[in-house]
């Protein structure tokens, strides 16, 4: 049953899980003294391990490949700057704290990671569903 959820809604919950991920591992390297963009670079890594796998499994629900894996890194990659040159708006110009703003980023780069999301997975995945 909890497969015939749509893969929007599937979307929604892994892309939520990887907000509060991200909104909670960025303040918390930057509250042990890392630069927001130091802290962001880590936390990538982890959110974007962590979500392909959750993607994969849940949302697309097709076999894991590197090939996806690398997709899936490079769309996510834009993420990157994105996100520093939105979190460093949000703070260093408009003065919201960093938890702040890394949430402000995640939201306002939730559509494109869909659209992203789903060309990565998918891609590589034609036949291949579980």
């Known amino acids: ?19 509060v991920l991200g909104a909670v591992l960025i303040p918390a390297f930057s509250a042990l003294g890392l630069h927001y963009a130091l802290a962001t670079v880590i936390a990538f890594v982890i959110v974007t391990v962590v979500g392909f796998a959750c993607h994969c499994q849940w949302t697309f629900q097709v076999e894991r490949s590197w090939e996806g ?55 590589s995945s034609k036949g291949k569903a579980r």
């Open 69 to 123: 894996y690398l997709r899936y890194t490079s769309a996510m990659l834009l993420n990157l700057p994105l996100t520093i040159i939105l979190i460093g708006l949000a703070h260093d110009k408009a003065g919201l704290s960093v938890a702040w703003s890394a949430s402000l980023a995640s939201g306002i780069l939730f559509v494109w990671n869909f659209v992203a999301v789903r060309w990565a997975v998918l891609r």
């Open 1 to 19: 049953m909890i497969l015939r959820l749509p893969a929007g809604f599937r979307y929604s919950v892994v892309a939520g899980i990887c907000f």
